[in-house]
């Protein structure tokens, strides 16, 4: 069944458009109603990233919140990750992160966390959406037991306590000259100093947020200036995170992009070495490269492919028992040390292993030769496109050009009214016109 405000990954729209004060009070009623279980003082943790009109939801959030009876924790810009670990470690009942992730500052998002902090599931969403809808009027607390908000102190360094853990003891970066772009978003302040508490040089970009250029020509989406910096400043390495950090992609000593399919290529075959795969295989998703899965293949490792987005790679992980997956956008799960993507952690990972080989990193994050891929987006003002005669005829007419030497997926984003149209092949020439045939049909159909 179709949900009215939660996709993919939260809810998410123009602030002021969809995401109004409105919309964020009854999210805060609807979800604190459904996660008050049991007797207790039940209480709610809220980051977000550095957006403007995060100052908007975060007071609605919170009168919601409150008006049934829940305390509220205020966490401040902190990574979409640190909430998820701090909801478990704050024993909350609820985590929220206010953030529209890699979108720029006129979108924004609620991201919702349960007691253990997983993302929460399609069925306690679709509770959530219904009370969303309902009068709950009679459901409200009473003046004696309405909650409480309060800033929380120290978040920060309990993050960087926490992401330093994952490492060996032992192991430093002293020697690594890194540069770091935290898109002006929320991990503008903890990432550089936990670098820099593990021994590293740090050249921090993106750091300066001003709600309004979080994502603006920097970050993981656009890692041009990072770069840039890295060759302009002979660094080692450049790590790029999304607005929330969630996700990252990295750059070489050369400024060459390393996604995350040679993220999770690292990662994996490192874990394979030192005992530490729980099965031998990795989740990832329908845009993963075939290149990563023939070299996880040569590894003697399986590729388990999941639809887009990292709730469903980390539901087949937690269903199937494997322990690392991820997307080539950079969300990488480590079900060792996180309930979701975690942007740092997992570059971290890839610095020990840098530091272990004490080779570059242009040598170390090239683990295999990526297919020719094309992803082309095409925004669309209304309806269904996928459903248009012309855009099916289309897509048929792709795949009998490709005659199975690739592979096409189409499908409708769940943050944004856009089309995703990718292909990929051995022949670039062939997935080229394969997509175009494709996209002009679904700008015909957009243009109608």
Known sequence: MARKYFGTDGIRGRANGLITPELALKVGQAAGLVFQRGEHRHRVVIGKDTRLSGYMIENAMVAGFTSVGMDVLLLGPIPTPAVAMLTKSMRADLGVMISASHNLFDDNGIKLFGPAGFKLSDDVEAQIE????????????????????????GVHDR?????????????????????VDCAHGAAYKVVPEALWELGADVISIGVEPDGFNINKDCGSTSPEQLARKVREMRADVGIALDGDADRVIMVDERGHLVDGDQLIAVIAQSWKEDGRLAKAGV????????????????EGLSLIRTPVGDRYVLEQMLSQGYNLGGEPSGHIIMSDFTTTGDG??????VLAVVQKLGRPVSEVCHRFEALPQILKNVRYANGKPLDNPGVKSAIVAAEKRLNGSGRLLVRSSGTEPVIRVMGEGDDRIVVEEAVDMIVSALGLTAAA
């Open 130 to 153: 219904q009370l969303m809808d309902e009068n709950i009027d009679k459901r409200l607390a009473q003046s004696a037991s309405l909650g409480r908000a309060r800033r929380i102190d």
């Open 159 to 179: 993050y960087i306590e926490f992401a330093k853990r994952t490492l060996p003891r032992d192991l430093s970066l002293d020697g690594l000259r890194v540069v």
């Open 283 to 298: 989740v990832a998703t329908v845009m993963s490269n075939l290149g990563l899965e023939r070299f996880l293949a040569s």
């Open 344 to 349: 740092f952690v997992a570059a971290l990972q």
